[in-house]
């Protein structure tokens, strides 16, 4: 089992910035990516972006490419998301993700079904 806490949510205004942490503890030696998602009331989860330790790479939504940033410590199963210039339309809750996958492009790593635990989520409001 993997338990995964995050924090770093808030209330910010448009054109703010915020910092997600996600803490991973448990069984995570099989952990070989990490992902953020994101789900606002009465839409899907959706994917917002992971890192894949073995390469460092990093994967991105459209809707957050230039503005947010996944970064992290493989050696502490830490990863963080840095988002700036947010807009009213991330409010949402985010979430972070274990994968077992150790290969793959971006769209299996946006897949939510490629990540087997899940944080409990922390709320991101974006005031206009």
């Known amino acids: 089992q993997v338990q995964l806490v995050e924090s770093g949510g808030g209330l910010v205004q448009a054109g703010g910035s915020l910092r997600l942490s996600c803490a991973a503890s448990?069984?995570?030696?099989?952990?070989?990516?990490m992902g953020w998602f994101r789900q606002a009331p009465g839409k899907e989860r959706e994917f917002v972006a992971a890192?894949?330790?073995?390469?460092?790479?990093?994967y991105y939504a459209d809707s957050v490419k230039g503005r947010f940033t996944i970064s992290g410590d493989n050696a502490k199963n830490t990863v963080y998301l840095q988002m700036n210039d947010l807009k009213p339309e991330d409010t949402a809750s985010y979430y972070c993700?274990?994968?077992?996958?150790?290969?793959?492009?971006?769209?299996?790593?946006?897949?939510?079904?490629?990540?087997?635990?899940w944080g409990q989520g922390t709320q991101v409001t974006v005031s206009s």
């Open positions: 448990g069984r995570t030696f099989s952990t070989y990516a």
């Open positions: 993700a274990t994968s077992p996958r150790a290969y793959g492009t971006r769209s299996a790593y946006s897949n939510d079904g490629s990540y087997n635990y």
């Open positions: 890192i894949r330790w073995s390469v460092g790479s990093t």
